[in-house]
Structures are given as C-alpha cells and as structure tokens.
C-alpha cells in the first residue's frame, strides 16, 4: 500500500518538471492574451459593448479550458486497490476477464495484484489504471475511469476556445485599420502569424481528437480496448463468427449509464452481455474493497 501511495504521490507532485504540460500553458497563454488584447481589440475594441461580451465570453470559455485541464492533471485516474481479489470459486459470478494467451485470471506481476475488469498496466506511471484510455503526455497523467469525464470536458472546452479565437482572429484581419496598421504593422503582423499558426492546426486535431473520444463514449470504449478489439474481431471473422464489444449496451444506454460518467463516490453500474446471459455489476467506487459484485439479472 505504501507503493502505491509513493506512486501517486510523484504523480502530483508539481516539482517534476513536464515539457508538455509546459508547453500547453504557455500556448494557452500566449492564444488568450493574443485573443484579448490583439483580435478582439482591434476588432470590436475593448471598451465597446461588442469587445467587452466577446472578453468576458472568451475569458469563461478559456477558464473553463483551464480548470478542467487541471482537474484533469491532479486527478487520480483510478487506482486498483490492493484489496481486490477475484472471487474464483463463487458459482453465482463466473464471468471474469482472462488473458488471452493461457486462459488465466488477468494479474499484473509488476503491481502484485489481480487486474479488474478493464484496468491495465501504465508503463509510464509504473501502476495499473482502473479503465484505462490512455498516458496523455499533455496531462502529464494517465486517462482512466476517475478523470475520463473531466479530460473530455477539457477537449470540448479546449476545442470551442480555439475554434473561437480562429474565428476573432480572421474577423480582426477583415478590420482594415489604416492607422494601426502603421504604428503596430510588424509586430501585430508578428502575432497573426504565430496565432495562425497555432489555431489552425489545433483546431484540426482537436476536433478529430473530440470527434475520436465521442465515438469510443458511444460504443463505451476505450482507446486500448478499441485497438484489442480490432485483433479480436479480425479472429473473430476468421472462425465465421460475428464479434461484438461486450460493454456496449447501445449509444443510449452507453451515454447514460457508462462507468466514468459517473462520480467517483457513487454506486457504478456495468452490464456485460456474454452469450445471450445479461450479468450486472456493481462498482462501488472510492472505498475499499473498491468492487462489489452483486447478482445475476
């Protein structure tokens, strides 16, 4: 126990320097300040009623961006408690997820412990993760069932906020301002491009990054489950039969009921469809022991 907690305690610890992290802030930084004093100033002007709603709209949309980033950053994504055991001999509960090779019960022999149902191994963080996405280099953390919600949130906010200085920043270029451009040519020349340059390409990828994510919370996957599931598809296919993702329960249900919109406090539910058999489970997530199975529907 005391591992695990050294392992999350260096997960939280602001001292470690990140490149990434540091590069987002300062990105971050630099597209606010640019949006605020350059596009939206030399468009509406910041004293005018036009400037002064579009300041206060952005500045909310990028504090929005910014808090969720770091939630996302601090959040634990879901650590598997050193107390969960797979109840092998309970007749009522057979289902389990085994290894692929051997048929054995999933355990990681780096962490010394049984492997839950969609938890994996983060070579990066050096722990197993509770339904893990992905290592975001960005977060400087892994995505997981705790802080899947939040690092989504921070995508759509992160995404509106680009997409929105992009838009301000072609609107102040079609304000033809003969004597600012004069006085300031060069270096707010300077700044467009810069922005340019930044705006276009993350509102590209952040968008396909939205649209990515959106996709895996309509199926109720994730990033590594999608990936197994093409292997398991394609030797699915192969004996003639037809593979189907075990936790979609379709878009609807996927959207309203998934484990990591839920808090992390509160009784989480996944349904896994095996053979026409429904098994429900019952995640009580946040306490120890973190997983309690309950019965068959």
Not at 36 to 52: A, C, E, H, R
Not at 186 to 212: E, H, K, M, Q
Request: proline letters at 5%; charged letters at 15%.
């Amino acid at each position: 126990m005391t591992n695990n907690n050294n392992k999350k305690s260096q997960l939280f610890d602001f001292n470690n320097f990140s490149l990434p992290v540091t590069v987002v802030v300062l990105s971050i930084s630099y597209i606010y300040i640019s949006t605020l004093f350059v596009f939206i100033d030399n468009w509406f002007g910041l004293t005018s009623s036009p400037g002064i709603m579009n300041a206060v709209s952005f500045t909310a949309v990028a504090a929005a961006c910014v808090y969720n980033y770091l939630i996302a950053i601090r959040t634990d994504p879901g650590p598997v408690p050193h107390t969960y055991m797979p109840d092998v001999e309970d007749t009522d509960h057979p289902i389990h997820e085994i290894k692929r090779k051997g048929g054995d019960l999933r355990y990681c022999q780096k962490c010394s412990l049984y492997k839950p149902p969609r938890a994996h191994h983060c070579r990066v963080c050096k722990r197993c993760v509770l339904r893990m996405d992905h290592h975001c280099i960005w977060i400087n953390n892994c995505v997981g069932h705790a802080n899947y919600k939040v690092f989504f949130i921070f995508v759509v906010y992160a995404v509106v906020s680009c997409i929105y200085s992009l838009v301000l920043l072609v609107g102040s270029l079609t304000n033809d301002n003969q004597t600012e451009d004069e006085q300031n040519g060069d270096s707010f020349r300077t700044i467009y491009v810069i922005s340019g340059l930044l705006l276009a390409p993350l509102s590209v990828a952040l968008s396909v990054l939205l649209g990515w994510h959106i996709y895996l919370v309509l199926h109720n996957k994730t990033t590594i489950e999608y990936h197994e599931g093409v292997r398991a598809m394609s030797l699915t296919e192969k004996g003639g039969n037809v593979y189907n993702h075990p936790y979609d329960l379709g878009a609807f249900e996927n959207l309203t009921d998934p484990p990591s919109w839920q808090s992390t406090q509160k009784l989480v539910l996944l349904v896994v469809v095996q053979g026409g058999q429904k098994i429900t489970f019952f995640f009580l997530a946040g306490l120890s022991p973190m997983f309690r199975m309950y019965g068959l529907t």
